[in-house]
Structure formats: C-alpha cells, structure tokens
C-alpha cells in the first residue's frame, strides 16, 4: 500500500498543491498557482466571484495534473 499523501495551501495570493511520498520523503509532484483570492478584499470585506473562480478553476488543474 503506497503511502501518499496530498497536501493544500490556499494563501491570499497563491493556491500551491503538493503530492508526497511519506515512505520514501519525496515529493512526487506539485501545482501552483496564482488566484489572487484576496484582491479588493480590503475595499469590499468579500472574497470576489471572480477570485472564487480562479481558485475553483486551479483546483480543476491541480486535480488533473496529480490525479
């Protein structure tokens, strides 16, 4: 039985997946992106629908790029 697991960092900035090897210590493979999630967070006090979309929308290619 492999022993990986996937890890997720979602920043105000950056969305950043990495897939590890816990037997072995390796990272396997890794994703980042930038979404921008908190811009014009300051201004309105909501995290916009187009910031939800990018982080939507990476986690779509992370899911695709690690399976």
């Not at 995290?47 to 690690?66: D, M, N, T, Y």
């Amino acid at each position: 039985m492999k022993k990986e697991i996937i890890t997720i960092d979602l920043g105000s900035n950056s969305f950043r997946v990495l897939k590890f090897d816990c037997e072995n210590f390796k990272i396997l493979d890794e994703y980042h992106q930038v979404v921008g999630l908190a811009d014009g967070l300051i201004n309105t006090q909501v995290i916009s629908q187009e910031a939800q979309e990018r982080v939507i929308e990476a986690l779509k290619i992370a899911k695709e790029k690690l399976k």
